[in-house]
Every structure is written in C-alpha cells, then in structure tokens.
Nanobody, 127 residues
C-alpha cells in the first residue's frame, strides 16, 4: 500500500511558477506509475500529467503541454510537477495518484486506473 502526500501548492500570479511535490510512503515506490490530476470547482477531475515507473515515459494533457513538466526521483520516493506560465484556469486542487504497474515504461491517464490518491494541494492563480 502507498500513502501519498502532496505539497507545494499556494497562491501565485498569472505567469508565475510553482513546483508541486508528492511524497510516497510505503514500499516499492518504483513499482508504481504516477500521475497528477486536478479538479476545479464544479468541474470533473482531469489528468494533468502522467509518468511511468522508471520515469522514462511521460504524458502531458494538452492543458499542460509546453508549460508543465512531470518528473520523479525514485530514490526519494517523490514525484514532482513543475508548473510554469500559470494561467487563471489552472486554479484547482491538484492530486497525486499511484497505480502499480507491471511494465516499467507504461503510464496511465484515466483516474479509474489509479488505486491510491493523496488529499490534494490547492493551487490558486490570481491576476
């Protein structure tokens, strides 16, 4: 089992940057594919970025392409989301998710593919 704790959210101005972190406790972090999702008020949860077990394969949703970067450090049991050029519409609660993956290079983008979730961290972008 994996416990996930997000951090790094906060208030930032349009065009600014934030780096979110997700620390995982439990065993065998390197066996889990990871992802970041977000949910804005009155909207459905949506995938932002996903990364394979070994970090070698990543996927960014169109909303994140060119602005966000997902990465992981398996030695530190942590996955990151670097967010640049933030927009008002990026305001949301950001969640970290984990799922055990057989293949080292797979990533997953559907929320129902993930078994473990953090409680989320609030990101607010202001003008």
């Amino acid at each position: 089992q994996v416990q996930l704790v997000e951090s790094g959210g906060g208030l930032v101005q349009v065009g600014g940057s934030l780096t979110l972190s997700c620390a995982a406790s439990g065993r065998a972090f390197s066996y889990y594919a990871m992802a970041w999702f977000r949910q804005a008020p009155e909207k459905e949860r949506e995938v932002v970025s996903a990364i394979s077990r070994d970090g070698g394969t990543t996927k960014h949703a169109d909303l994140a392409k060119g602005r966000f970067t997902i990465s992981r450090d398996n030695a530190k049991n942590t996955v990151y989301l670097q967010m640049d050029s933030l927009r008002l519409e990026d305001t949301a609660v950001y969640y970290c998710a984990a799922t055990r993956s057989v293949a080292t290079y797979f990533y997953y983008v559907a929320s129902n593919q993930y078994d473990y979730w953090g409680r989320g961290t609030q990101v607010t972008v202001s003008s």
